[in-house]
Nanobody
């Protein structure tokens, strides 16, 4: 596994969290990266992605205006997901990987985000 997700936790509705995806493989530094999430009993879905040039793309309608994706400009090794105005329906395990998902490498353990009402 060439990426590690961190930053999750338990937060009340309306709160904020910042997730980090720290990558070690060179392919991550030269590829679009996506943040994905999987809620219990549901399929994994794309939350937002970012191009190698730092342009957000394919942001899910459910998080538009609340979540912001960015990547560390210096070396593209870290991708962030800033999550504001969190809702209980945002509760899920969050993963990062290549985008689109058909190019995904091995999935990491993800980071759990739990939003209480």
């Amino acid at each position: 596994v060439q990426q590690v997700e961190s930053g999750g936790g338990l937060v009340q509705a309306g709160g904020s969290l910042r997730l980090s995806c720290t990558t070690s493989g060179s392919i991550f530094h030269t590829s679009a990266i996506g943040w994905y999430r999987q809620a219990p009993g549901k399929q994994r879905e794309l939350v937002a992605a970012i191009t190698t040039g730092g342009r957000p793309t394919d942001v899910a309608n459910s998080v538009k205006g609340r979540f912001t994706i960015s990547r560390h400009n210096a070396d593209n090794t870290v991708v962030y997901l800033e999550m504001n105005s969190l809702k209980p329906e945002d509760t899920a395990v969050y993963f990062c990987n290549l985008h689109p998902a058909r190019f995904a490498l091995a999935w990491g353990q993800g980071t759990q985000v739990t939003v209480s009402s």
